[in-house]
Nanobody
Framework: QVQLVESGGGSVQAGGSLRLSCAAS????????MGWFRQAPGKEREGVAR????????FYVGSVAGRFSIYRGNAKNTVYLQMNSLKPEDIAIYYC???????????????WGQGTQVTVAS
């Protein structure tokens, strides 16, 4: 049974930084895209950032480009999201996910974590 476990959420002031971590327990293969999604209250879940299996390509939603950075850790199937210059509009539950393709529609990604709350005070 594969599980994705997130950590690193919390509450910060606007302009602050947080780093989210995600680790997979159980083997999910060496060719999985990993990504971060978020869901704000009353809104649909949206993709924030994705990174392919070889870390050669990464993708960001426009609202976080230049502020957030996704990267893989040395341990297999770990991924981080460095979030800088946080804004109140970044408030959401952030989910780690994994799928064979970075192009899979968000609702169809195979593996999901439980989510971690990020709160930004203005």
């Amino acid at each position: 049974q594969v599980q994705l476990v997130e950590s690193g959420g919390g509450s910060v002031q606007a302009g602050g930084s947080l780093r989210l971590s995600c680790a997979a327990s159980g083997y999910i293969g060496d060719d999985y895209c990993m990504g971060w999604f978020r869901q704000a209250p009353g809104k649909e879940r949206e993709g924030v950032a994705r990174i392919d299996a070889g870390s050669s390509r990464s993708f960001y939603v426009g609202s976080v480009a230049g502020r957030f950075s996704i990267y893989r850790g040395n341990a297999k199937n770990t991924v981080y999201l460095q979030m800088n210059s946080l804004k109140p509009e970044d408030i959401a539950i952030y989910y780690c996910a994994a799928d064979r393709s970075c192009d899979t529609p968000p609702s169809a990604w195979r593996y999901w974590g439980q989510g971690t709350q990020v709160t930004v005070a203005s």
